[in-house]
């Protein structure tokens, strides 16, 4: 195991690198910093020149790159075009939506794994053809849609929760925005937690268990649970950078300055710092999500060795 994980490491770095070369590459050389930085204005040419000079722009984009990589490393991701460094952004916005997806991802897993393991186990019974509808609901209605129904009706009509939440975003206020950034990838956890189960449910090691007469609580947890959970922990693994850098809707439905928040604040202002800084840091979260995930791998499944 502990060669299998250096392993993976070293192959992190190319991957890493690739990543934010390409990330680097289409903020920086498609669009223009300095004409972003004064929007509808025509800078000074000598103004636009020195601010040319200071950002290194005038430098090849490899060696902007490596500049960039170099400050990266001593904990310097730049500066925002307002003047705040772009490490008060990430300080101030990253615990938000970690906070955010954390409830998202504890519904996907109490909720999604549920109903996926019950309908499984109840295979063309009206209990599973009504989740099935349920979910097929979930996924063909667009989260903005679903995000500002729930906020007019928790929020406005029956005033369960607040319309809009705060700027110090307590986990309470989070569970609504959670449930919304959720819906979705829920829906699929539960539709390939049933057809994984199900799959498993005839599997030659569960009908053995039956047969030993082990109790039916022990034969779901211990042996149908634990391996049909492979293909869903892989999912919900890459989920979890997915929901951080795609929780720009959800929470600019409910007014979190999280990481979709600036993302799109970056995005809309042609704020290469910025976008360059947040995807970068998205990029480390999606490599150590999938590391933990293969390393869950040999937890769920003994019979996975890895050299």
């Excluded at 890493?16 to 300095?34: E, H, K, N, Q, R």
């Excluded at 005839?202 to 039956?210: G, I, K, Q, W």
């Excluded at 998205?282 to 791998?297: H, I, K, T």
Aim: aromatic share 10%.
């Amino acid at each position: 195991m502990g060669r299998y994980v250096i392993r993976r490491l070293l192959q992190m770095i190319p991957v890493f690198i690739g990543s934010t070369f390409l990330i680097f590459f289409m903020v920086y050389a498609l669009g223009d910093p300095v004409a972003a930085l004064f929007g509808d204005r025509a800078p000074d040419p000598a103004t636009a020149a020195r601010i040319r000079a200071d950002l290194h722009l005038n430098d090849p984009l490899w060696k902007q790159y490596l500049l960039y990589m170099g400050n990266i490393f001593r904990g310097d991701f730049g500066t925002a075009f307002n003047g705040q460094p772009v490490t008060e952004l990430l300080r101030s916005a990253y615990p938000i939506t970690i906070r955010l997806t954390i409830v998202a991802i504890l519904f996907e897993i109490v909720i999604g794994i549920t109903m996926g393991v019950v309908t499984g186990m109840k295979r063309g019974r009206p209990i599973d053809t009504g989740a099935l509808l349920l979910t097929l609901i979930v996924v063909s209605i667009p989260t903005f849609v679903i995000g500002y129904v729930l906020q007019y009706l928790f929020g406005v009509k029956l005033k369960w929760v607040s319309p809009s939440v705060s700027p110090s975003a307590p986990f309470n206020e989070l569970i609504l925005p959670g449930l919304v950034l959720a819906l979705v990838s829920l829906a699929y956890v539960t539709r390939l937690t049933r057809t994984s189960v199900a799959e498993n449910t005839r599997a030659d090691y569960v009908r053995t268990a039956v047969a030993k007469g082990l109790p039916r609580r022990k034969v779901v947890v211990r042996h149908l649970l634990r391996n049909s959970l492979i293909p869903v922990v892989t999912f919900i693994g890459t989920d979890i950078g997915a929901l951080m850098g795609g929780a720009i809707v959800t929470e600019r439905i409910y007014n979190i300055h999280g990481v979709g928040f600036q993302l799109y604040q970056g995005i809309l202002r042609n704020n290469a710092p910025t976008v360059v800084g947040f995807v970068t840091i998205l990029v480390l979260v999606f490599l150590l999500a999938n590391l933990l995930v293969d390393l869950l791998y040999a937890v769920l499944d003994p019979r996975i060795r890895y050299a």
